[in-house]
């Protein structure tokens, strides 16, 4: 018999258990790196894919096995992906969780998502970051920071009806190519209910707690080095007229 929780990342080997969710598609729950090269065509070299090696497969199903040891799921968690920007990193988008009783949530059953008793959304927004242009994807800097966090769940006993507004997150940013934390505001229920049409809430306007606030100090002035040396087996060697202008491509700060 199975003991401890069970997750489950990127593709599973079978998976049909959310109605009209596109969670099987690889592209969204598995981060690829591409290895491209030139080809050559009538007045125009072409840049084009020629391999995709996955390098982070991520969480999209966690759940309990069944005491039984047959091939139902208990307290089963659904994690969505989406694709966002051109980085070709994959987002969580939502949590799903608590699915009916009178289910069994094996992994041939379809659960429709609305019958799921809580939901978490996460929304991201883009803010570029230095450095993305020109970096492998297994290297690259999330390009897309989160902004809102809906948090949602059906009232006891009324299971057909829509999820409600349980609380939201606000976060703000501040900086340019590099996003930082500014403040984030909790919103909690609304004098009148709040509910989600299709899996998502309408725009509100209640009452927030006071934010939280983040205040960020400037770094030190960066020390200007006069040569840059390369390690031994470096074979380029430019010429006197030459100039290199050091590109941090991954906003690393020359870090190894």
């Given at each position: 018999?199975?003991?401890g929780?069970?997750?489950e990342?990127?593709?599973?080997e079978?998976?049909?258990?959310?109605?009209?969710?596109?969670?099987?598609d690889?592209d969204?729950?598995?981060d690829?790196?591409?290895?491209?090269?030139?080809?050559?065509k009538?007045d125009?070299?072409e840049?084009?894919?020629?391999?995709?090696?996955?390098?982070?497969?991520?969480?999209?199903?966690r759940?309990?096995?069944s005491?039984?040891?047959?091939?139902?799921?208990?307290?089963?968690?659904?994690?969505?992906?989406?694709?966002?920007?051109?980085s070709g990193?994959?987002?969580?988008?939502?949590?799903?969780?608590?699915?009916?009783?009178?289910?069994?949530?094996?992994r041939?059953?379809?659960?429709?998502l609305?019958?799921?008793?809580h939901?978490?959304?996460?929304?991201?927004?883009f803010?570029?970051?230095a450095?993305n242009?020109y970096?492998p994807?297994?290297?690259?800097k999330?390009?897309?920071?989160l902004?809102?966090?809906?948090?949602?769940?059906?009232r006891?006993?009324?299971?057909?009806?829509p999820r409600?507004?349980?609380?939201r997150?606000?976060l703000?940013?501040?900086?340019?190519?590099?996003a930082?934390?500014?403040?984030f505001?909790?919103?909690?229920?609304c004098?009148?209910?709040?509910?989600?049409?299709?899996?998502r809430?309408p725009?509100?306007?209640?009452?927030?707690?006071?934010a939280?606030?983040m205040?960020?100090s400037?770094p030190e002035n960066n020390?200007?080095?006069e040569?840059?040396?390369?390690?031994?087996g470096?074979?380029?060697?430019?010429s006197n007229?030459?100039h290199l202008?050091?590109l941090d491509?991954d906003a690393?700060a020359?870090?190894?």
């Amino acid at each position: 018999m199975p003991e401890g929780e069970i997750l489950e990342l990127g593709l599973p080997e079978e998976w049909s258990s959310l109605k009209g969710a596109i969670t099987a598609d690889p592209d969204a729950s598995v981060d690829y790196d591409e290895i491209t090269s030139l080809v050559a065509k009538p007045d125009v070299r072409e840049t084009v894919v020629t391999q995709r090696i996955p390098f982070r497969w991520n969480l999209v199903r966690r759940y309990d096995p069944s005491p039984s040891g047959d091939n139902t799921s208990k307290n089963v968690i659904f994690y969505l992906w989406s694709k966002l920007g051109s980085s070709g990193l994959g987002y969580l988008t939502d949590v799903y969780y608590s699915p009916p009783v009178s289910i069994a949530t094996n992994r041939t059953r379809t659960i429709a998502l609305n019958s799921l008793a809580h939901h978490i959304h996460l929304a991201w927004e883009f803010i570029p970051q230095a450095g993305n242009r020109y970096t492998p994807v297994w290297r690259a800097k999330p390009d897309f920071t989160l902004t809102n966090i809906d948090v949602t769940s059906k009232r006891y006993g009324f299971a057909n009806s829509p999820r409600e507004l349980v609380r939201r997150y606000h976060l703000t940013y501040t900086g340019n190519q590099r996003a930082y934390l500014q403040s984030f505001h909790m919103q909690g229920r609304c004098p009148d209910r709040i509910e989600e049409v299709n899996e998502r809430l309408p725009n509100t306007a209640c009452k927030r707690l006071p934010a939280v606030t983040m205040r960020w100090s400037l770094p030190e002035n960066n020390k200007n080095h006069e040569a840059l040396l390369a390690e031994q087996g470096f074979s380029f060697e430019p010429s006197n007229d030459s100039h290199l202008v050091p590109l941090d491509v991954d906003a690393d700060a020359f870090q190894i």
